[in-house]
Antibody
Framework: EVQLLESGGGLVQPGGSVRLSCAASGFFFSGHVMNWVRQAPGKGLEWVAA????????YYADSLKGRFTISRDNSKNTLYLQMQSLRAEDTAVYYC??????????WGQGTLVTVSS | DIQMTQSPSTLSASVGDRVTITCRASQSIGLWLAWYQQKPGKAPNLLIH???TLQSGVPSRFSGSGSGTEFTLTISSLQPDDFATYYCQRYNTYPFTFGPGTKVDIK
């Protein structure tokens, strides 16, 4: 059974940093692209970033380039999202998702990041 | 970037109704479109990929059609469990983009 468990969310001050983790199990982790998707309170879904199975290629939403970094540790079956220079508008539930054939076929339950002083 | 729109933004319907949601892309995306269902406080759930392929385990009352720039999600007979928000997403090229969502609520 595919399981994705995000962690690392919480209250962060504006301008601060946080690293989210997503522990994966139940599938061949290094063989799959992984995504991060976020959802601000009461808003729609926003694709954030993706990383290839080897970790050698990454993609980002244009609006987030330079502040967010996606990475993975295949030895630990874990996906990461390093977020810095955080702003109030980054407040959201952050989901990790396994990619099937380019679409996200399994999602974690999400972790809430609140950027506020 | 390719933009995605959905219509309507909200849809009020009754159990048993046939429901259709439209998703449009600002340029052709071929068949590279997925539909997701999301209930409050829950993660999205994949319903359809490649425009019309039903994901394993999804009830057959859900169907998708379209290609290029116009796509539809149809629920043939709305069930109580189907009241939710539905999102389309293109995945032809990065950055992948979601539509703004369509909320299906009880009439």
């Amino acid at each position: 059974e595919v399981q994705l468990l995000e962690s690392g969310g919480g209250l962060v001050q504006p301008g601060g940093s946080v690293r989210l983790s997503c522990a994966a199990s139940g599938f061949f982790f290094s063989g799959h692209v992984m995504n991060w998707v976020r959802q601000a309170p009461g808003k729609g879904l926003e694709w954030v970033a993706a990383i290839t199975g080897s970790g050698s290629i990454t993609y980002y939403a244009d609006s987030l380039k330079g502040r967010f970094t996606i990475s993975r540790d295949n030895s630990k079956n874990t996906l990461y999202l390093q977020m810095q220079s955080l702003r109030a508008e980054d407040t959201a539930v952050y989901y990790c998702a396994k990619v099937g054939a380019a679409y996200s076929d399994y999602w974690g339950q999400g972790t809430l990041v609140t950027v506020s002083s | 970037d390719i933009q995605m729109t959905q219509s309507p933004s909200t849809l009020s319907a009754s159990v048993g109704d046939r429901v259709t949601i439209t998703c449009r892309a600002s340029q052709s995306i071929g068949l590279w479109l997925a539909w997701y269902q999301q209930k409050p406080g829950k993660a999205p759930n994949l319903l359809i990929h490649t425009a019309s392929t039903l994901q394993s385990g999804v009830p057959s009352r859900f169907s998708g059609s379209g290609s290029g720039t116009e796509f539809t999600l149809t629920i043939s007979s709305l069930q109580p469990d189907d009241f939710a928000t539905y999102y389309c997403q293109r995945y032809n090229t990065y950055p992948f983009t979601f539509g703004p969502g369509t909320k299906v609520d009880i009439k």
